[in-house]
């Protein structure tokens, strides 16, 4: 077991390096230098002036010395400057990981227990009425636009619907806080409020993608010989469920959940641009677009060691919830 | 019986979540000392190194500007005590085209940690930005001048700014720069490595001298300023200003529209999204503001085809202009005929003006040598079909809308046009300075009240790889009698004679026509009718909140 | 292959023992039942003869648009939908909005199809490559997937649109399969694995055949099920992420027309004429849904132990 993690840790290394290579690169070779940019907007600049700005953001130097800087201080624990915001990148990454992994966590909480309790009653009841209307509307919670979901429930529930019905609670139209607001519970409160539509639009395609797997892999399970065996004897159904079903049914899903966290990060780009909350979605989508690399970097690195941690995870939840598996 | 309890105590928890946080969501309009300013962009950081239009915003209630410009585009005196003039003798010409002029600042401001604002704190900004070290991201008019020197010790609040050559404006503005920086804060770090200024906290949360003090940022989502108590001026109504930062144009209307913000600036705004949210909520005033913002066409003057005056002649008569104003913005923008609009005392509103009218154009084109091919575009005399490159930027409605209508317009004349559009960031950062666009490419420039002609216009500054790409004559203008006008009007202190010049050098442009104007874009923003003695400017550097210290509701 | 070295291996485990079951069958009887068996899914009948008229709506544009391709007339700007000459209405320039759905059809499902069908060749070619020479080829390929799922692709897109110019089809196909093949290229491998020891590829080797060949003509045409099924759900996933980079202005470019960026363009237009953007989202919902559901049906029919 402590091999098997040591070997997983070690692949996470490699995949972190590489990943980095990968995308220092990338991100080096993206068209529109970002002094040149500045230049642009204004006709009074100078070519002495470019060049100064270009040495004093040091774009001189090959790519490779340049990643090999950059990799050297990230060892030391310092990710660099933002150059847009002229601040340390750790001081901007911090305050925006803690807001995104508020949205995540919600949203997969909300999604994960929805999507599996109605994927199991779907199982459960399987080719009933309700099991074609949740399957249906799984599928359509899969095919929407993320964006497009968000701006459609921005006009209605804060537009459209309070103006129409006066005693309807105006839902704010993006933002994570009202600016003043007092600390302590009315903050609280203010900030679970702004929670609602963006976790509604993020949490969407991931209950349904949950409700489609838990409902296969339920209906896996209970065809297995184990559980037949169960009802034979003549256990209570409700217990077949509960104690011999449910918990088999569950296993691949804790897989498919980490598998499925590069996708929710995904939706969480498109969630914050559109209602403007300050995680790091939006960072990166801004630092991409400003050319300012040490935060796409540090941006990119970090979506990758969720990743990389919740896979880990997941193989750790796996070896406990199912003895089946031994590890060499 | 399980399943009922459970749906009711999920019920329950509903209702009370839903009844806790509904009267909330009103709270921020209950208070009516506070202004919430919506924007579409985030300041990278403020003071003088951020060339974002949102830190400038943010700069008008931060800081006193030495002397801003007001809604009627006058320079007046806040932070001076007045603007020097050639008859009162502050200002002084001296031999060798060198000039003195002598600033005296006011007493009684103070920066917001309570020292007070005198003419050294002016002294060392200007050493500050000139020094090849620090980030300043143009030197174009502080290399103009020579020294600034506080020549009185006893008498800190006066300052002689002396200029090494001749410059219309050098009573508007002492050296370049709107507001000076406080030298107490940001001396030792300056001197101990000007190279990593940039990097100093000041700029996360700057010490400045203006009606409101700097309270909060919080990155992603608002700056919060708060009214200054030893503000020298009537003490400000509103308490406190926040900026907020949507950045999706559309749900910042959304904002508006539901009455979150109280106004928007930098709000990335159509004209029919502006017609929208007075029409959606009748208690916003939206504000069209006449700007100095040309959107124009530029040709390549190199091309071949675009090298011969009758072809660019034959584009304009070509296309129509007053429609494409007249639907696309309802009727709001006018028609540019030449590059400065009526509202600038420079703006020459004889100058020749091109008709939509294909039937010309068509003979114009048959006359430069061109001749119908069987698939409806034209030939040119060697043969080649006359099919021309049409860049912009990607993903700016007006522009491609625009572009799609010219397309079918040119079309109907024989030009085949084939659009290839780009990003900002790759359009600006490289297309448009190194001139990579072949034939077509529109976009706009951003004037002030004191613009000077020479890098648009001298045939000196057209870029190339010899001259390191510099100067701003994209278009690859060549005129002799503009090169001369360029460099004169530079020179000339004369307001009469300078605007006698710039009108005849715009006679010059729209006769040889080597770009197309196409319209005067409008400054465009909104704010709550409320909300008393909102006076946009129209002009860069002076956004909505120029005056925010005089607004009340 | 009873005990799995990773959980996620074991997740896959499940999935080759399951297919497994399905290979014994192949052969023709297999693909009749599969047939029979994937009639008898409502949904996915509904779903495949969706897509089957759109993709035909698409094709036979040029012929059944009711007006020219992007004509512009300023007369008739913001025609609310409704039974004129104009039934979706026209947009911000008096352009027919059926039309330009018709025609940016063309352009999101071309994207989905070559984005599925390049996804799946590349994916096929380099899972097989890992699968059947194992070693340092497998080690290699399965780092590089490893890499490419931990990461969202959203960003990894972005980066790419900056980096490639131009703003066609090929260029967001390119960046798709680019990062979009490590799905099959995993289930490619897993069938490789359990099907390469089995008998009629031993028997194969020992007649001597090539292992271009084995490949070829044994290995991936067995592996073929669920990368067809893959494909199927390829083909609306770039659907919607091109619809996705459109929002942020890194898709399709105009004036090209795709779903993605005429729904873009339609929100600054929300309130004023929302069917700009209803028709582009319900084509582009309609479509991944039927698309959805025909991969979920030829999943159940190419699968004999879900269905019973």
Known sequence: MQRFLARRLVHGVIILVGLSILMFTLLVFTPGDPVELIAASNPDIRPEDVSALRRYYGLDDPVYVRYFKWARSVLKGDLGYSRTYGTPVTKIIGERLRNTLTLLATSVAIAFTVGVTVGIYSALHQYSATDYTVTVFAFAGLAMPVFWQGIVFILVFSIWLPGQIPWFPKFPAGGMMTPGIAPGWPAFWDRLWHLVLPVSVLATSGMAAWTRYMRSSMLEVIRQDYVRTARAKGTPEQAVINRHALRNALIPIITLMALSIPGILNGAVLTETVFSWPGMGLLLFQAVLGHDYNVAMAVLLFLALITVLSNLMADVAYAVADPRIRYD | MRDALIRAVWAAACVVLAAGLAPLSGAAQMRRDAVVIGMAQEPDILGPFSTMAAAGTIHNSLFAFFAPFNEKWQRVPLLVEKLPTLKDGDWELLPNKKMRVTWKIRRGFTWHDGRPVTALDARFSYGMLRNPRTPTLTRFILNKVDNILVPNPADPYTMVVQWNERWPFANAIPYGFEYPLPRHVLERQYLQDPGRLRGDPFFRAPVANGPYRFKEWVPGSHITLEAYDRWPGERPKIKTITFRFILDAVVLAANQMAGSVDATEINNFGIDQMVEIERRNPNVAAHYTEALIWERIEFNNDDEWLKDKRVRWAIAHAIDRETIVRTLFQGKQPVAHAWLPPRHPGSNPNVKKYAYDPARARALLAEAGFTMGPDGILRDPRGRRFEMTFMTTAGNAPREQTQQIIKEQLKAVGIEIRIDNRPASVFFGTIVPRRQFPHLAEWATLYTPEVMPFTEFHSSQIPSAANNWEGSNRRGWRHAEVDRLAEQIGQELDEAKRVEMMRRLQDIFVEELPGLPMYFRLHLTTSVKALKNVKPTGLGSFYINWNSHEWSY | ?308
């Open chain 3, 1 to 308: 292959m009873a005990q799995s070295t990773t959980a996620r291996e074991f997740a896959l485990d499940l999935e080759r023992r399951r297919k497994e079951a399905a290979g014994v069958a192949l052969g023709q009887s297999y693909w009749q039942i599969a047939w029979r068996r994937f009639r008898r899914h409502r949904l996915a009948m509904i779903g495949g003869t969706v897509a089957l008229a759109l993709s035909l709506m698409a094709l036979l544009a040029p012929s059944i648009a009711p007006h020219p391709f992007d004509r512009i007339d300023l007369g008739r700007r913001w025609t609310p939908p409704g039974l004129t000459a104009n039934v979706f209405g026209t947009d911000e320039l008096g352009r027919d909005v059926l039309t330009r759905i018709m025609y940016a059809g063309r352009i999101s499902l071309v994207v989905g199809y070559v984005t599925a069908v390049s996804v799946s060749a590349v994916g096929s070619l380099l899972g097989a490559l890992a699968g059947f020479y194992g070693g340092w080829i497998d080690s290699a390929l399965m780092r590089l997937v490893d890499m490419l799922i931990a990461i969202p692709t959203l960003p990894l897109y972005l980066i790419m649109s900056a980096l490639i110019p131009g703003g066609g089809v090929g260029r967001i196909v390119l960046i798709f399969t680019i990062f979009g093949w490590t799905t099959v290229a995993r289930l490619v491998r897993g069938q490789i694995l359990s099907l390469k020891t089995q008998d009629f590829v031993e028997a194969g080797r020992a007649m001597g055949a090539s292992e271009a060949r084995l490949i070829l003509r044994h290995l991936i045409p067995n592996a073929l099920a669920p990368v067809i099924v893959a494909a199927t759900l390829t083909v609306g996933g770039a659907i919607l992420t091109e619809s996705g980079l459109s929002y942020l202005g890194l898709g399709i470019q105009p004036p090209v027309p795709s779903w993605g960026n005429m729904l873009q363009r339609a929100q600054e237009y929300l309130l004023k004429a929302s069917w700009l953007a209803v028709f582009p989202g319900l084509f582009i919902f309609i479509t991944v849904l039927s698309f959805n559901f025909l991969g979920d049906g030829l999943r159940d029919a190419l699968d004999p132990r879900l269905k019973t």
